[in-house]
C-alpha cells in the first residue's frame, strides 16, 4: 500500500511540473521537441544591447535576458536563449524554432495577425541619432539625408507613417543590426540612424563624444512578450508570471540594475 501511495505521489509531482511549463506541447517541451528538457527557447537579437547582448565573455546578458530567468524560473521551466536573424523573427516563431520572441519586441497591430502578446511591460521611443560633428538638429533637418535603420525592425513603420519625413529623406539604407548602422554614422556613410531608445542611449552613454541624440522622435511605442498565437495557455502563465514580477518588486529591482531607474510599465 505504501508504495502504491508513494508511486501516486511522484505521478502527480511529475504532472505539476509538466503544468507549470503550459498544458500543450509547444509550450510543454520546447521548441528542441524534447519532453525530458522542460525547456523553453526565447528569440532575440543578440546584438541588442541592453536588452539582449553579447558581454566580453560572450555571454547573453541584458534586462530582458534577467527579465526571462526569473520569469521561467518562477514557471519551473528551463530556458534557451538563441540569437536568430530578427527580420525572420515570426518564421523562426511560427516553425517553433523558437518558443518566445523576448527581445525589445513592439507591439504592433500587424505583428498580433501572427503572434500573442503579453501586456506592455515597457515603453519606448524611436529616437533620431547623429553624429555629435553634424549640423543636424531636427527632424525637419533630414530633409535630402540618409537615414539608417535596423531591417524587420518597428522603426521602420515609426519613420514610415511620418510620411513628410520619410519622403524627405534622400535614401533609407536598411541594416541587419544597429551596432552595424551606428558604426557607418560614426565614419560618416549615414546622416542619422533611427533606432529604439534604450539602444540609442547605451550607445551615446559609451561614446558622448560621438553621438547625440535629437530631442524630437518618431513617436511612442510599447515592448511586450510574443508568443505563438495556439500557446494560449503558455500566454496566460507568462501574463501570470509577470504581473507577479511587477506586484513584488521584483521587475522594478532588474530594472534599476540596467537603467537606474523604474522603466516597467
Partial sequence: MQIRLFSVLVALAASLLFAACGKNDSART???????????????????????FRDEQHNIVGFDIDMA??????????????????????AELSSKRIDVIWNGLT????????????DPYMEN?????????????????????????????????????????FESF????????????????????????????????YYVAKKPENYVILWEHFGTEEYGIGVRKDDTDLLERLQNVLNEM????????????????????
Avoid at 507591439?107 to 503579453?118: G, H
Avoid at 533611427?194 to 539602444?199: I, L
Avoid at 511587477?246 to 510599465?265: L, Q, Y
Wanted: glycine share 8%; charged share 30%; with cysteine.
Fill in 125 to 165: 521611443h524611436q529616437v533620431i541619432v547623429v553624429s555629435s560633428k553634424s549640423p543636424i538638429r531636427t527632424k525637419d533637418a533630414l530633409a535630402g539625408k540618409v537615414i539608417g535603420i535596423q531591417e524587420g525592425s518597428s522603426a521602420i513603420d515609426a519613420v514610415k507613417r511620418d510620411t513628410k519625413a
Fill in 69 to 90: 530567468r526569473e520569469a521561467f524560473k518562477r514557471m519551473g521551466c528551463a530556458v534557451e536563449f538563441k540569437p536568430i536573424d530578427w527580420n525572420s523573427k515570426e
Fill in 30 to 52: 520546447g521548441a528542441s521537441g524534447s519532453a525530458q528538457n522542460q525547456k523553453i527557447v526565447v528569440g532575440l537579437d543578440d546584438s541588442f544591447p541592453p536588452m539582449g
Fill in 170 to 201: 534622400s535614401e533609407m539604407k536598411t541594416y541587419a543590426d544597429n551596432v552595424t548602422a551606428l558604426m557607418d554614422l560614426e565614419i560618416g556613410r549615414l546622416d542619422a540612424v533611427v533606432v529604439d531608445e534604450v539602444v540609442g542611449r
Fill in 246 to 265: 511587477k506586484r513584488d518588486g521584483t521587475a522594478v529591482h532588474i530594472s534599476r540594475a540596467w537603467f537606474g531607474g523604474n522603466v516597467i510599465k
Fill in 107 to 118: 507591439i504592433l497591430e500587424e505583428r498580433k495577425e501572427k503572434i500573442a502578446f503579453t
